[in-house]
Nanobody
């Protein structure tokens, strides 16, 4: 199994920045694609960014140029740097691991019944 624990959420004003962290552990986790997803109550889950095990990175169009996904191998931590935040970025953010190729995985919004998921961290952006 792979275990994921998010941290770093919070409340900031529009235009601000936040960095989310996801501590990753478990068997062979480096062979998985790692990704960030977000969801607002009553709306579909949205893929945000994915980092394939071969280093390929994919982003949702809505966050391109503002968000950056990376892996800190020394700390076994997946990061999501979020800049120029907008009120529409407000959501619960989840870290996940799956064998799905990153581009397709974030395009479909992921499936919490497949792969491994963290419990989420709330991000709130005020205007």
């Amino acid at each position: 199994a792979v275990y994921l624990r998010e941290s770093g959420g919070g409340s900031v004003q529009s235009g601000g920045s936040l960095r989310l962290s996801c501590a990753v552990s478990g068997y062979d986790w480096r062979s998985y694609c790692l990704g960030w997803f977000r969801q607002v109550p009553g709306k579909m889950r949205e893929g945000v960014a994915a980092l394939d095990h071969d280093g390929e990175i994919n982003y949702a169009d809505s966050v391109k140029g503002r968000f950056a996904i990376s892996l800190d191998p020394a700390k076994d931590t997946l990061l999501l740097e979020m800049n120029s935040l907008k009120p529409e970025d407000t959501a619960m953010y989840y870290c996940a691991a799956d064998n799905e190729p990153g581009a397709r995985w974030i395009a479909t919004g992921g499936n919490p019944s497949l792969g491994y998921w963290g419990h989420g961290t709330q991000v709130t952006i005020s205007s």
